[in-house]
């Protein structure tokens, strides 16, 4: 059996500041929606063949761009289903043939289930792609422009930081898988330009799934965070970005997350806009009551780590898929940190023969960033290249009889590895390679977890039970670094 492989790349740059008021940020926003008339779009999330219907509100990429002298970092939140690590590199090439400075952009997907299939697996029928070419290369053109435009925008800012551990948070949270864990913390972070006082951007992380609208809904939406970001934007200025977090089975759909309407005392039901528009709009009065009492800190330097991760692909669906063209010649396979090209002949029921490609892994990246002042690290933010479950997050991974691996090791804790108290985390983070499962919860073979009469869902959508163990040790290997 070949071992299972993580080439770990490093990158740090720390760059200290003559004066503690050279810190700028800018923001750039563009709508991405597609164009609906004369083309079908197949709504990505849920099944398949989900054919969008009309627009409700326009779908963006938000970027901001944050400096110091000599190196940028520039976050982009776009409202989509997820972008592959392939979109990633695209997007940066294009990015970087128009920036001078050294910088990292980092590109995350809020995960709207009421948006365009950019990842293949939701077009009309199993393993026949959902991919529209045309919107795919557009849209990554248009994220790279927006993110050239948010480093055009920089000016002097001041920077706030906030963070809020409100009880309802982790109400507004739905799992249905145990261990029941979730990640309710909210985290914020505004920026002021220092000529006017007027906000640049407000950064917004927390934790549920965009899905709010439901599997009948065809209309192409941002899902709640259209009303969080309307909200602060209204409230405050400027821009707000929204960022999934450690969003791996927690959801907003069902009667977990009840919200009450204060226009008729009742209930938002289930799927409705207006539930969408209470979650949203609840989340935004946190994060404007959380800045009230934000702390506002002197930014000197930035300590960005980067990280390329081999994760061993053991999802056969992801091979077939790949195979039968849904991912639309993304997602290459890797062998021992080098793409492997190796593919056998394979008859598949339905599909017929095909290439099946053999290579070990997918490739991918994982981000860590100190925000500090005078060496003291005030604020990180870590990126996570797919949809994490709570417990690797917080802890609280559980052994429950019916496990695949009951005698797994259990991989480290994300937030314990962590040293600040603003502490951001971007799922889907310049890539989504499905569920991060702990190795000693996977569960795919009878009897399942806590003798359940079937099986738990989550397995399907992950690329294997070694992805958690890779990504969360090359992210300690990122932050453990002095
Ligand atoms: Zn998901």
């Keep these: 059996m070949r071992q299972s492989l993580a080439i770990t790349v490093l990158l740090s740059i720390a760059v ?175 920026l002021v330009a220092r000529s006017t006082g007027q906000t640049i951007a407000t950064v917004v992380n927390w934790s549920d799934h965009p899905e709010v609208l439901g599997r009948k809904n065809t209309e192409i939406t941002a899902d709640y965070p259209h009303w969080t970001r309307e909200y602060l934007e209204k409230k405050l200025g400027g821009a707000a970005l929204f960022f999934s977090g450690s969003i791996g089975k927690v959801s907003s759909l069902g009667d977990q997350v009840a919200l009450t309407d204060p226009e008729t005392g009742k209930i938002a039901e289930d799927g409705s806009w207006r539930k969408a528009e209470l979650l949203g709009t609840g989340i935004g009065r946190l994060a404007e009551r959380a800045l009230k009492n934000a702390k506002a800190v002197n930014v000197d330097s930035l300590a960005i780590r980067t990280a390329t991760v081999f994760v061993p692909m053991s999802n056969p669906n992801f091979r077939v898929a790949e195979a039968a063209g849904v991912f639309a010649g993304r997602k290459p396979l890797y062998t021992n940190g080098y793409p492997d090209l190796a593919t056998e002949t394979r008859e598949l029921p339905q599909l017929g023969r095909l290439q099946y490609a053999t290579g070990h892994d997918v490739q991918t990246e994982v981000d860590y960033i100190q925000m500090r002042s005078d060496g003291v690290p005030l604020a990180e933010i870590v990126t996570i290249p797919g949809e994490i479950y709570p417990e690797l997050v917080n802890g609280g991974v559980t052994r429950y009889p019916g496990a695949d691996y009951p005698e797994a090791p259990i991989e480290p804790v994300l937030r314990e590895e962590l040293k600040t108290k603003y502490q951001f985390i971007f799922g889907l983070g310049n890539d989504e390679i499905g569920y991060l499962i702990p190795k000693a919860e996977w569960d795919e073979k009878p009897p399942w977890l806590k003798n359940a009469p079937q099986p738990w869902y989550g397995e399907v959508n992950s690329v294997g039970p070694d992805a958690a163990a890779v990504v969360l040790g090359a992210l300690v290997a990122l932050t453990s670094r002095p």
């Excluded at 990842?119 to 991919?131: D, K, Q, R, V």
């Excluded at 790279?144 to 906030?162: F, S």
């Design 16 to 190: 200290p500041l003559a004066s503690a008021e050279r810190l700028q940020a800018g923001a750039a926003q563009s709508a991405i929606t597609p164009e609906l008339s004369g083309r079908v779009v197949y709504l990505a999330g849920f099944g398949h063949n989900r054919v969008a219907t009309a627009v409700h509100d326009d779908l963006y990429a938000r970027c901001l761009g944050l400096g110091i002298p000599k190196l940028t970092l520039v976050v982009c939140s776009v409202d989509l289903i997820g972008l592959f690590y392939d979109d990633v590199l695209t997007i940066r090439r294009a990015f970087q043939q128009k920036t001078s400075s050294a910088a990292l952009l980092i590109i995350a997907s809020t995960h709207t289930h009421a948006g365009p299939d950019t990842l293949g697996l939701y077009g009309p029928e199993a393993f026949e792609t959902g991919i529209d070419r045309q919107y795919l290369e557009w849209v990554d053109q248009r994220i790279a422009t927006t993110a050239e435009k948010a480093v055009g925008a920089m000016q002097p800012a001041r920077l706030e930081l906030a963070r809020d551990d409100h009880p309802l948070l982790a109400m507004l949270q739905g799992v249905d898988r145990p261990p029941i864990v979730k990640d309710p913390f909210l985290y914020v972070m505004r």
